[in-house]
Nanobody
Framework: EVQLQASGGGLVQTGGSLRLSCVVS????????IGWFRQVPGKEREAVSC????????YFADTVKGRFTISRDNAKNTLYLQMNSLKPEDTAVYYC??????WGQGTQVTVSS
């Protein structure tokens, strides 16, 4: 059974930081593209950041470039999203996603103004 367990969300003030973690089990973690999406109620899910397994390249949404970084620890089967300089518009439920097929349960990030 594939499981993606996200954690690290919470309430933070504008300008603060959070680090999200996603522990993956049940699949070959180092052989699948993996990333983070987010969703605000009433809006479509947005791709935040993704990691390629082919060349290690990364994707970041324009709205988070320069503030967020993505990384993975293959030994721990864990994906991270370091979020700095958080803004109220970053408030959303963040999901880790593997292969665009497997979705975690989401973790709430709330940034207060």
């Amino acid at each position: 059974e594939v499981q993606l367990q996200a954690s690290g969300g919470g309430l933070v003030q504008t300008g603060g930081s959070l680090r999200l973690s996603c522990v993956v089990s049940g699949l070959a973690f180092d052989a699948i593209a993996i990333g983070w999406f987010r969703q605000v109620p009433g809006k479509e899910r947005e791709a935040v950041s993704c990691l390629s397994i082919y060349d290690g390249s990364t994707y970041f949404a324009d709205t988070v470039k320069g503030r967020f970084t993505i990384s993975r620890d293959n030994a721990k089967n864990t994906l991270y999203l370091q979020m700095n300089s958080l803004k109220p518009e970053d408030t959303a439920v963040y999901y880790c996603v593997a292969g665009l097929v497997y979705w975690g349960q989401g973790t709430q990030v709330t940034v207060s103004s």
